[in-house]
């Protein structure tokens, strides 16, 4: 076993200095490895080979979306039954009327959803999300949108609904979250704005916050598969270091920085991987 060990990951002279795990076999391996770990993972938790997971909820919603404001010195909200019905209600037309914007494409704006459940409002927010598959990626995603992040700790709010609803959007299964915030009406007739609102603009988040997402969003399986990923890429890079003890043959051809591709391959690898979870929307 542990001659075996030391000729898939280690350079010597009994492996011409090239590991069995980043030859082409292994590498092979590797791969089949870290798909078999996510294909397995959904399949257990989904029971669909290409399903994802999700944990996201109204009640981790709301209580991440507090523990941000009070941590940005604002005082938390409070859950509200009508808004989070509002949001229900918003999920509900997008997935019917088929868009992803905040007003519908017959003009309708999000405060019509408000009125529909009678909340009278003097201020009021909107924040959008789909297909993330985690409640820490959501905050994070919104924290790090100048507007989303208005939207999330605007002091003068005070009620929060949440909505979280899966349907078909485009042809394809889509998660959306709807956040509605609000200011109750003290003295204001229902169905008449007091104050117009602002709205959180829909976009795609920079790539530093995609990673972040995506970081946010990984599964054991994902994190298991990147570890095997992170030993490989260590192999490649030791191995680089031996290049000099090639056989000459080799060391006249591209193999002489084998292990130099093979990890900056890998490490892409790793990196698309990651990347596949941060492809939520805002």
């Known amino acids: 076993m542990h001659h075996h060990i030391k000729l898939a990951v280690i350079p010597h002279k009994d492996n011409n200095y090239r590991p069995h795990l980043i030859r082409r076999y292994g590498i092979v391996a590797i791969i089949f490895v870290v798909a078999g770990l996510q294909f397995g993972y959904n399949l257990s938790t989904t029971g669909n080979i290409l399903g994802r997971e999700s944990d996201i909820t109204i009640s981790s919603l709301f209580e991440q979306t507090n523990q941000t404001r009070v941590q940005a010195g604002v005082a938390p909200l409070k859950l509200n039954e009508k808004l989070d019905q509002a949001a229900y209600l ?9 868009y992803w914007a905040h007003d519908a494409p017959d003009g309708t704006q999000p405060w019509k959803w ?13 924040n959008l999300a789909k297909n ?6 959501v905050v994070l995603a919104w924290f790090n949108s100048p507007e989303h992040k208005a939207n999330m700790i605007k002091n003068s709010y005070q009620d929060v609904g949440f909505a979280v609803v899966n ?15 609000g200011l109750p009406a003290v003295s204001a007739v229902a169905g008449v704005q007091t104050k ?13 916050t ?9 599964n054991p399986a994902v994190m298991a598969g990147l570890v095997l990923i992170a030993i490989a890429i260590i192999v490649a890079a030791f191995s ?4 000099h003890k090639l056989p000459k043959v080799l060391r006249q051809t591209w193999y002489r920085h084998h292990g130099l591709y093979k990890a900056v391959g890998m490490a892409s690898l790793g990196l698309a991987i990651i990347f596949l979870y941060g492809g939520g929307q805002i």
Do not use: C, W
């Not at 918003?90 to 088929?98: I, L, R």
């Not at 349907?167 to 915030?181: F, K, M």
């Not at 680089?240 to 290049?243: E, I, K, L, N, T």
């Open 196 to 208: 117009f609102p602002g709205v959180a603009s829909i976009g795609q988040t920079n790539i530093l």
């Open 90 to 98: 918003k999920a509900q037309d997008m997935f019917s009327d088929q």
């Open 167 to 181: 349907g078909e959007l485009d042809g394809q299964s889509t998660s959306i979250v709807v956040a509605l915030y």
């Open 240 to 243: 680089h270091a031996y290049r």
């Open 210 to 218: 995609q990673f972040a997402v995506a970081l946010q969003s990984i």
């Open 132 to 137: 993330f598959t985690s409640t820490s990626a």
């Open 114 to 126: 408000f009125g529909d459940v009678g909340y009278n409002y003097d201020e009021a927010g909107e």
